[in-house]
Structures are given as structure tokens and as C-alpha cells.
């Protein structure tokens, strides 16, 4: 047995088989062959995985996101079958007696080109669609195609680190746990770790040369130790621990249905975090009494390109039918920093977490963010929807993103659309926006404390820098005073003030956040009914 140490991201128990992760920038190279034929069988195979791949996409989305969403996989599926592109890769290895996987690049590269260089606006765009079909071909082809994605039965994910745009596209069900040789509790993919609630450690600095793939192993996300061919004894003890866990989640589910009411009287709002539709179904399970902030920007790292209105429409809409009236707190698009989307084609920076990242991109490219804004607006109709912006820092950008809402509303009027009422509320993120929170607060209709950048940006300690995780001190005197500031701003100005980073599922501090006067509270879904049951057991007038 192996012991290798790292920090818990998600402190949950798993046991199973290891499958490592490896990235995708594999370049192809040529061969000669001297069997065509043989070469062609291959493509066939190859070709006939990725309709079967395609397809059961194709059902998951539609599961998930709806028709509108899962229509994709149908087109990847007909450009597949396109006789001319399956000539030209057979054609190719016959007359060039090369190998299938340079003859689908090359066959994928050609009609890309042809794709983008023409007039129509729909049709460039498919450009990208043929690379991604042919990159799945030949994923298939050098025998990756199931390892990437497609993991064949619930696995231990071991990577060397995972940027979320990689975590949210796994197959949720398949994966028992994440490891991840770098990366920090406090980035993205911990915390899609944490809402998807899968066990997960980071910063291990598991050597990925060595031979895992299959390999037996636990982990322990609670002390964050991976365990590589666990013995008898550490089996048993992981079977019993998570046996305790279970009778504990157990226990909590008598608090279902239960108010979250303190000892003296004081109703808090307890929301949950969301990153996809699929999420739902945990925040249903554990009754949280909302959504308090929903990262739309993982709608847009799961595709290949950006999604369109009637796609965020039908997502939106299934979230907020879901939750039959409850509140349901929608961030707009939060890019930048550490989720970067390639199709968004953004300027390398020297310093993304404080360059072109959330509103900023919106405010720069309007057509994006009237996008989203039309497919929130038409989903106001189907349920108790609150829009939130995230990264604000002036009073200026509020009054500007007013403008836009308006002009989309009335875009919307005009076409004689059904929209419902949303309030509209903005995320306290920089100690810019807590330093005029009081000028923010006379302009929105809510406050949400974005506690995971406002520690980074206060202490200026990069969050996705595991090398200063112990200088990541989100108790820092610094950030509770700024929160304190941002909840008095709030109050004065008679709106609500949330907290919906991390920390507000720290329960060492949840009794300070109640003496300030926190009003709601949003966290991972399997954090609610802790949280809840904690909430009930304080008394805030001492
Ligand atoms: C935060 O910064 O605390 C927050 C909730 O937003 P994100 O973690 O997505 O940046
Ligand atoms: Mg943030």
C-alpha cells in the first residue's frame, strides 16, 4: 500500500479503481501504411464509437438541459455520417497509404476551412463542430476516446490538475472521486467538486508517469489522504467511516421540511449553490429553500461553442420549474481567471484574475450579454427568478448594466414576449464594490458576498495558487470586517445581504454572520441540512 497525502476539497469517502486523466494536445502524427484496408476498418470502428458516444450524449443532455441543448450531438451525429467527409478520409488513406488518424485530421482540418471561409454567419460556425467530431474520431482511433470523457463504470479520477471547463464536461456518474496532483481547495474545480458532492483532493503531487490506470485505491476526502493498493484494514476502516457518514446524512434528513429559524426567532434564507441543471435534483433531496447562486458560466465552459438564447432558455427554464416558485438566484456569465473558454477567443493576460473576467466581458461584448439577458428574461416566466452580476466594482457599471436590462426588456415587449419580474441584485466581490456598497446598495434590489474572490482580492493571494493556500485566510479580520460593512450598507438601504462563497458553509463562523445580520446563506447542496441544523441550535440576542 501506497500513502500519499494532499488537502481535502470535499470531505467524502470513496473506494474504487483509479483512471488517470491525461489532456487532449496530442498531436498527430503521419504514417505510412501498407494496408489501406486495415486503416479503413479502423475508421470505420473508430467512426461507429463516436455515433455511440454522440448518442449517449445526446440522451444526457437531453435528460439534462433539455432538446434544445442536446441538439448538438444530433448535428455532430448527421456531420459523422456525411458521405463526402467519409470519403474524403477513405480516399486519403488509399491514395496516400497513410494512417486513419492523419487522414481524419487532415480530412477535418479541410473542411473546417471550407466551413469558415463562407459568407454565412451559421455556417462558419460549424467549422469548429467538423474539428470536434474528427478530434472525437481520432480520440477513438489511438484508443483514448473512452478514457477522456467516456469513463466506462464509476472510477476514481486521478489528473494532474483539472481546469473546470474539463471537470464539468466528466460524466458525473461515472466518477466516484477526484485527485488532482496540483490545484487549490479554493479554485473552480474544488468547488464543482464540492456542489457535485464527490469526494475530492488536491495538491498531492501523485506522479501520473507511474502505471495507475486500474489501479485499487481509497479516498479519504476528509483527512485528504489517497490510499493506492489500500490494505484489508484501511478497506474496512473507509467501509465503516462511511457507514457513520451515511447514518449521520441519515439523521439530517429529519430536518427536511423544517424551518430555518435561529433560537430567538430569526428566519434565514438557506440557498443552494448550483453549477448545472443536473444539480437539481441534490438541492431537491436536501430542501433547500432556493437557489442562491447559480454559476451560469458552466453552461458555457460544457460546449464547444457558445450556447445559444433557446439553449440558456430551456436550462434556465428547467431550473426554475424545478423549483416550482422558490427563489432562484442566476449569476450571468463569471469567464476569465481560471475558467477559460477557448471559442470566446480572449487576449492571453499576464494577469487574469484582475483582467477582462465576468462583467467585463459583458460590458465589452454586448452581444453576449444580451443573449443570456433575453434567455433570463423569457425564463422569468416560468418561475421566481433574481438576476445577479458578478465582479462588480463602481456604481458606473451598475447604471450601464441597468441600460442594457432595459433595453432587452423592451426588445422584449416589442416581440411581444411573456416575461415575469426579476429582481435584479449584484455580487460583493472586491473590496471596491464593500468600500461603495453603500452607494451599490440604493441602485439593486439585493447584495450576494462573493466571499471566495473577496478574500483573494483583499489579501492578494491568488485563490488558485495552492502554494499560498495557508496565506488564504478567509478569517482574515480584513475580509469579516469588509462583509460586516457590505450587510450594514444593505440594511441601511433596506435590501437583503447574502453570502454565497465558501465560507458560507464554514460553521465556525456561521454564528458571526447571524450577529451581523446575514440574511441568507447559500452553500453546496449537501451542506443545507448541516447548516440548518446548525442555524437552529443559535441564539443571536445574547
Ligand atoms: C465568490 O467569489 O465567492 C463566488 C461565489 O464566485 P466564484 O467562486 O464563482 O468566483
Ligand atoms: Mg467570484
Request: glycine content about 6%; overall charge negative; proline content about 2%.
Amino acid at each position: 500500500m501506497e500513502i500519499i497525502k494532499g488537502k481535502s476539497a470535499f470531505a467524502a469517502i470513496a473506494v474504487g479503481k483509479i483512471a488517470v486523466y491525461k489532456k487532449e494536445d496530442q498531436p498527430i502524427k503521419r504514417r505510412r501504411t501498407e494496408d489501406p484496408e486495415g486503416e479503413i476498418a479502423r475508421f470505420r470502428k473508430a467512426k461507429e464509437e463516436a455515433a455511440d458516444q454522440l448518442q449517449k450524449l445526446y440522451e444526457k443532455a437531453l435528460r439534462e438541459v433539455g432538446e434544445a441543448g442536446a441538439m448538438i450531438f444530433k448535428a455532430h451525429q448527421m456531420m459523422l455520417d456525411d458521405g463526402e467527409y467519409q470519403d474524403c478520409v477513405q480516399h486519403m488513406i488509399q491514395t496516400r497509404k497513410v494512417n486513419a488518424e492523419y487522414a481524419v485530421g487532415t480530412a477535418g482540418e479541410h473542411f473546417a476551412n471550407i466551413f469558415a471561409a463562407m459568407d454565412d454567419a451559421y455556417m462558419k460556425e460549424r467549422a469548429a463542430d467538423i474539428k470536434d467530431i474528427s478530434e472525437r474520431v481520432i480520440r477513438n482511433l489511438i484508443g483514448k476516446g473512452r478514457q477522456d470523457r467516456d469513463f466506462t463504470g464509476p472510477v476514481i479520477v486521478v489528473a494532474d490538475d483539472l481546469a473546470p471547463s474539463e471537470t464539468v464536461q466528466l460524466d458525473k456518474d461515472k466518477v466516484l472521486a477526484f485527485v488532482t496532483s496540483r490545484g487549490s481547495v479554493y479554485s473552480h474545480t474544488a468547488i464543482l467538486a464540492r456542489t457535485m458532492n464527490i469526494p475530492a483532493i488536491v495538491n498531492t503531487g501523485i506522479d501520473l508517469e507511474q502505471d495507475l490506470d486500474g489501479k485499487e485505491a481509497a479516498v479519504d476526502g476528509v483527512r485528504g489522504i489517497l490510499y493506492l493498493d489500500p490494505t484489508l484494514e484501511v478497506l474496512e476502516e473507509m467501509k465503516k467511516r462511511r457507514e457513520e457518514e451515511q447514518q449521520k446524512k441519515e439523521l439530517l434528513l429529519e430536518l427536511r421540511g423544517k424551518e430555518t429559524v435561529t433560537l430567538d426567532g430569526k428566519r434565514i434564507k438557506l440557498y443552494a449553490n448550483i453549477g448545472s441543471v443536473s444539480d437539481i435534483a441534490g438541492v431537491l433531496k436536501n430542501d433547500a429553500s432556493g437557489i442562491g447562486l447559480f454559476r451560469s458560466e458552466f453552461l458555457y465552459l460544457e460546449k464547444k461553442d457558445y450556447p445559444t438564447e433557446d439553449e440558456q432558455l430551456a436550462a434556465y427554464k428547467t431550473v426554475l420549474e424545478n423549483m416550482g416558485g422558490k427563489k432562484v438566484i442566476i449569476r450571468t456569465l463569471d469567464i476569465g481567471a481560471d475558467k477559460q473558454i477557448d471559442y470566446f477567443h480572449m487576449e492571453k493576460e499576464e494577469n487574469p484574475a484582475m483582467g477582462c473576467r465576468a462583467i467585463r466581458i459583458c460590458l465589452e461584448r454586448k452581444d453576449i450579454f444580451k443573449t443570456q439577458l433575453r434567455a433570463l428574461y423569457r425564463a422569468s416566466a416560468f418561475g421566481n427568478l433574481s438576476i445577479m452580476f458578478p465582479m462588480i466594482i463602481s456604481a458606473k457599471e451598475v447604471d450601464e448594466i441597468l441600460e442594457i436590462v432595459e433595453e432587452v426588456k423592451n426588445e422584449l415587449r416589442e416581440e411581444g414576449i411573456a416575461m415575469g419580474e426579476a429582481e435584479l441584485g449584484i455580487m460583493i466581490e472586491t473590496p471596491a464594490a464593500v468600500m461603495v456598497s453603500d452607494e451599490l446598495a440604493k441602485k439593486v434590489d439585493f447584495f450576494s458576498i462573493g466571499t471566495n474572490d473577496l478574500t483573494q482580492y483583499t489579501l492578494a493571494i491568488d485563490r488558485g495558487n495552492a502554494k499560498l493556500d495557508r496565506y488564504y485566510d478567509a478569517h482574515h479580520p480584513a475580509v469579516l470586517r469588509m462583509i460586516q460593512m457590505t450587510v450594514e450598507n444593505a440594511h441601511k438601504h433596506g435590501i437583503r445581504a447574502g453570502i454565497c462563497g465558501e465560507l458560507a458553509s464554514d460553521m465556525e463562523l456561521t454564528e458571526t454572520f447571524l450577529a451581523m445580520g446575514v440574511d441568507e446563506l447559500s452553500v453546496a447542496p449537501s451542506y443545507i441540512l448541516g447548516l440548518r441544523k446548525k442555524i437552529r441550535e443559535i441564539k443571536i440576542k445574547a
